[in-house]
């Protein structure tokens, strides 16, 4: 079965093509990211404008990918319904609504935040130091953690899944895009921190390894998170460091250092202490922060005792491919009259 994906939740235009729920034969993503960085965050009139000029022009590539293939070789149609902005969530849910319709195909609307975990199915989606091959084996802790979202949840198959804790405040891609603003870092933040981040050495002789910041929660006998804490100490370290005139370039790269170690620590933990509890055979990551090298690191610790399952940096991303192919295991096709925009979609099941 080729489901045709559409994706557009909040700055990027995405369209794929998935067969069977596991391999892509086509994936092409727009986004108006670079318009973003001057304003350090997603204007969401922007992004929604900039989605209309796309949509079709991405549509036509990624058939064009795909062998050059036309809606007669598509069998359905999934669109991301929510969470996300309401501008930018219409373009995509109309325009496949509108193929629905026309072309006479079963529509599959799609909660993206499930759909992240779903990277880890995808054929491409197995980094080369996860557990290599393993396809995921239930029951799975998912881990999405992205510009919005910090979720945990324990799915004990497709159809079978529970919602077992979130943040309470910032998001951890939040915390890693309002920290890099603080440190005069570019947006999106998750990669400029992370690039700063590794430039500086912990290890190296002479380095004086001196600013500690909190891991908030991470003793918490809950699966919840908090990051706005964090957010806190990074105001009240930079100030310091100023006002002792120590806010050197050397000083910027180790709080970046320090603030992926704290965010990432916490992250890990609660997600190893959930795969204890829940007694699960894998642990799927997906979400733009799964996108960072040291959180791979630090799970990818466990691979022993768990299936650690991190997708590969183009997949934890949003894109359209996770969103054919969780329609592919959720097949619940409803009349595109039904299929409606909802920008508040919950996650907790
Ligand atoms: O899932 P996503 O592409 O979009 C949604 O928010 O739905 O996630 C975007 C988030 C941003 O907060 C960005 O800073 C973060 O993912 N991110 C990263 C990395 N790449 C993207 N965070 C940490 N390390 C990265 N390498
Ligand atoms: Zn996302």
């Known amino acids: 079965m080729k489901i045709l994906g559409i994706e557009t939740s909040c700055d990027e235009t995405a369209a794929a093509v998935v067969e069977n729920g596991r391999k892509i034969l086509s994936s092409v993503v727009s986004t108006s990211l670079l318009l973003h960085d001057k304003t350090g965050g997603v204007i969401p009139e922007v992004a929604a404008r900039e989605q209309v000029k796309c949509m079709i022009p991405v549509l036509n590539a990624t058939m064009q990918q795909c062998n050059n293939a036309t809606m007669n070789d598509i069998d359905a149609i999934a669109v991301t319904v929510g969470p996300g902005l309401i ?10 609504k509108t193929l629905s319709f026309l072309y006479k195909k079963p529509l599959i609307p799609i909660n993206h935040i499930f759909a992240h975990v779903y990277a880890n199915w995808l054929k491409s ?11 995921p084996s239930f029951p799975a802790i998912g881990l999405v953690v992205s ?11 497709h159809r079978n899944w529970k919602w077992i804790g979130g943040t309470l405040d910032d998001a951890s891609g939040e915390a890693f895009d ?21 430039k500086f050495d912990p290890d190296s002789i002479g380095t004086k390894f001196e600013i500690r910041l909190p891991r908030p929660m991470m003793d918490s006998k809950d699966f919840n998170f908090s990051f706005s804490g964090l957010k806190t100490a990074v105001i009240r370290e930079v100030k310091r460091l100023k006002e002792m005139h120590e806010l050197t370039n050397a000083k910027m790269q180790e709080l970046a250092y320090e603030i992926q170690e704290a965010i990432t620590d916490v ?4 997600t190893f202490d959930a795969a204890k509890k829940y007694n699960v055979k894998s642990i799927l990551l997906g979400g733009g922060v799964a996108a960072n090298k ?19 940096a183009n997949l934890c991303t949003d894109n359209a491919a996770v969103i054919a192919s969780m329609a592919y295991f959720h097949h619940k096709p409803l009349s595109w009259e039904k299929v409606q925009a909802e920008p508040n979609l919950s996650v907790e099941v």
Do not use: C, M, W
Request: charge should be positive; hydrophobic fraction near 40%; proline fraction near 4%.
């Open 87 to 96: 501008g930018s969530l219409l373009v995509g849910v109309e325009t496949a």
């Open 294 to 312: 040291r959180l791979k690191e630090k799970l990818l610790v466990h691979r022993s005792s768990f299936i650690v399952k991190v997708p590969s």
């Open 267 to 270: 992250l890990v933990r609660k």
């Open 147 to 157: 510009g919005g979202h910090t979720e945990l949840f324990f799915l004990k198959n």
């Open 178 to 198: 309002k920290t890099a603003r603080l440190l005069g870092l570019g947006y999106p933040g998750g990669p400029a921190i992370a690039a700063a981040a590794a």
């Open 125 to 135: 989606g197995s980094d080369l130091q996860g557990s290599k091959g393993l396809t």
